[in-house]
Nanobody
């Protein structure tokens, strides 16, 4: 089992920034990738960014690549998602997830999920 706990969500104005955290614990030996997804009301869950656990290679959805940065604090087993230039279209519940696969982008490729954290961007 792998446990993931997100934090850092909140309300921010258009153009603002937020940094989300995802603390990873448990049987991380089987974890190959940790990713961030988001889901807005009435929409499907959407891939945002991910980070390979050992090689520490980041990759992004094209819609956020210029504004978001994913990183890892090895000492704290925490993956961060730094978000800049936020717009109302970024409003969603952001969840982190762990996968045993290589460079997964679909939700069904991830095995463990956190509870999510709400990000709201006001206009």
């Amino acid at each position: 089992q792998v446990q993931l706990v997100e934090s850092g969500g909140g309300l921010v104005q258009t153009g603002g920034s937020l940094k989300l955290s995802c603390e990873v614990s448990g049987r991380t030996s089987s974890t190959v990738t940790v990713g961030w997804f988001r889901q807005a009301p009435g929409k499907e869950r959407q891939f945002v960014a991910a980070f390979t656990w050992r090689e520490q290679i980041p990759y992004y959805a094209s819609i956020v690549a210029a504004r978001f940065t994913i990183s890892r604090d090895n000492a704290r087993n925490t993956v961060y998602l730094q978000m800049h230039s936020l717009t109302p279209e970024d409003t969603a519940i952001y969840s982190c997830a762990a996968s045993s696969g290589n460079f997964p982008r679909r939700p069904d490729e991830y095995d463990y999920w956190g509870q999510g954290t709400q990000v709201t961007v006001s206009s």
